[in-house]
Structure formats: structure tokens, C-alpha cells
Nanobody, 118 residues
């Protein structure tokens, strides 16, 4: 079983930047995918970005394209989300997930709060 721990959230002003990290432990994996999701109060969970573990192929939701970058450190089993030019609408709890592919996730982190003030 894979355990995931996110870090790096916080409070930032609009236009600022944050870098989220998600460290995986437990069962090792050499394939599959990892992703970042977010959930704002009163809203459904939203896919933000995904990365395939082997190839590093990435996908972004249109709302974050050009501002967010997902990356991974293969050796450290860690995935990152660099968030630039943050907007108040980016405020949410951000979760990382790991699974067999970009559409199927079965391990989730506990979430980290990101708050962007205007």
C-alpha cells in the first residue's frame, strides 16, 4: 500500500507562488501515474494536473495551464506542483494521488490547504 504526504501549502497573496510536494512511501512503484486534485468549499473535487510515472507525460486542467507545473523525482518517489501567478480562485485543499494510470487512483494524501488572498 502506498502512503502519500503532502506539504507546502499556505497563505499567499494573489500573483504569488507556492510549491507543493507529495512524498510517497510504503509499496514502491515503477509505473502508473500521480496527480494533483483540489477541492474548494462547497465544490466538487477537481483534477488539476497529472504525470505518468515512467514517461513524465503531463496533463493540466485548462484553469491552471501556463501557471502550474507538475514534476516528479523518480528516485525520491516525490511529485511536485509549482504554482505561479496564483489567483483567489485557486484557494482549495490540494490532494495528491497515486494509481495505475491517469484515470485510476487508489492512494490519496491527507491534503494541504492553499489560500490565495486578493
Amino acid at each position: 500500500q502506498v502512503q502519500l504526504v503532502e506539504s507546502g501549502g499556505g497563505l499567499v497573496q494573489a500573483g504569488g507562488s507556492l510549491r507543493l510536494s507529495c512524498a510517497a512511501s510504503g509499496r514502491t512503484f515503477s509505473s502508473g501515474a500521480m496527480g494533483w486534485f483540489r477541492q474548494a468549499p462547497g465544490k466538487e473535487r477537481q483534477l488539476v494536473a497529472t504525470i505518468t510515472w515512467n514517461s513524465g507525460r503531463t496533463f493540466y486542467d485548462d484553469s491552471v495551464k501556463g501557471r502550474f507545473t507538475i514534476s516528479r523525482d523518480y528516485a525520491k518517489y516525490t511529485v511536485y506542483l509549482q504554482m505561479n501567478n496564483l489567483k483567489p480562485e485557486d484557494t482549495a485543499v490540494y490532494y495528491c494521488a497515486q494509481g495505475a494510470n491517469v484515470r485510476q487512483y487508489d492512494a490519496w494524501g491527507q491534503g494541504t490547504q492553499v489560500t490565495v488572498s486578493s
